[in-house]
């Protein structure tokens, strides 16, 4: 037995010690500081990769410095019904066909597109593309909104950011003032019926949702200004579609889709997600749809329409809410000219 312990003893002691050391070893490797350091520069890299791909992408006029606030939508189709018909036009439409939670860089994927509703803009002799931004501040200032869906959308529609409408995330319903372009434009006489088209329930369809009391005060006001919600984004094409067919359709029209949105919350906003791009191919063929139906009215060459295809954040992981470029860098894509912010100051 003496024996034996003088053998086991230091070859334990030599395990012991071996065990001690590979624990010291891999401590060092998975939870030193050294380690979150180096976590951290690859972070950055990931930031400095997010960065270059939008300085890639070759259809945007502006850089993403220059981005313009979400809240241009507002101005854009505020102008374009101000401004005096162009030659043998007689009458002004508008629609706003967003992509709920649509990636700038999804922009990647137009090149190998059958069916794009962005490109049919851009091919168009005044097609224009802009980088706008989310979150109330560009990147990298602090946000001063939260980049998620009822704050984007109401700062779109009424012009103005979260500290004037006060709707700082889903689920908080609007008081009437300051009111959307779907009341205004109807109220001060600019057009004769708008119309919003989406099928998330958080716009308008229970009491808690954004544009509950607006709906219904434009019901108890009489406005020309129907707000419908269709159970899936194809319902959504479909009502659009619809509206469309009639010969004295809405003259403004304002829609949103979730593909992009709910692959991006299910498996993640990212263009390695197939998902992601499937869902980002799925928006952006119906928009070709809306477009198409819009081109093959039989008054269209009399219309003098504004086309604007945007977006009300972009997501990070499964979400969204915060202050990553990949949240708050978002577009707009237009048939017309887009004053940048050069020219509107
Ligand atoms: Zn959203």
């Not at 949105?261 to 906003?269: K, V």
Request: contains cysteine; proline residues 4%.
């Amino acid at each position: 037995m003496k024996k034996a312990a003088k053998i086991l003893i230091p070859v334990l002691c030599v395990l012991l010690i071996g065990a001690a050391f590979g624990g010291y070893v891999w401590y060092n490797k998975t939870y030193h500081p050294s380690k979150w350091l180096a976590e951290g520069d690859d972070a950055m890299q990931v930031v400095d990769a997010y960065q270059q791909s939008l300085e890639a992408l070759p259809d945007m006029e502006n850089t993403w410095q220059e981005a313009l606030p979400q809240t241009v939508i507002h101005d854009l189709v505020e102008a374009h019904f101000a401004a005096p018909l162009p030659e043998g036009k007689t009458e002004k439409k508008a629609i706003v066909i967003g992509y709920d939670g649509c990636l700038v860089d999804t922009f990647r994927l137009l090149g190998t597109a059958k069916k794009s509703a962005i490109n049919m803009l851009l091919k168009q002799q005044n097609g224009h593309a802009i980088f706008t931004y989310a979150g109330g501040v560009n990147y990298p200032g602090e946000n001063t909104q939260a980049t998620s869906t009822a704050p984007g959308w109401c700062s779109m529609l009424t012009g103005v950011l979260a500290d004037v409408h006060h709707i700082t995330n889903n689920g908080q319903p609007k008081e009437v003032e300051p009111k959307t372009l779907l009341l205004s434009l109807v109220e001060d006489g600019t057009v004769d019926k708008s119309a919003f088209y989406v099928s998330w329930d958080g716009h308008f369809s229970k009491k808690s949702a954004t544009y509950y009391p607006e709906k219904v005060y434009a019901r108890q006001e009489g406005v020309n200004a129907p707000y419908r919600r269709a159970l899936f984004d194809p319902g959504t094409k479909l009502n659009i579609l619809h509206d469309l067919k009639k010969k004295d359709c809405s003259d403004f029209i304002f829609s949103t889709l979730e593909y992009t949105d709910h692959a991006g919350h299910s498996s993640g906003f990212s263009l390695g997600n197939v998902k992601y791009v499937s869902a980002f191919r799925d928006a952006d063929a119906t928009g070709a749809d809306i477009i198409a139906a819009i081109e093959n009215r039989p008054s269209y060459d009399s219309e003098d329409w504004l086309i604007l295809i945007t977006t009300d954040h972009g997501g990070i992981g499964v979400s969204h809410g915060g202050s990553s470029m990949e949240e708050r860098i978002t577009f707009i894509v237009s048939n017309k000219e887009i004053p940048t912010a050069a020219e509107t100051e």
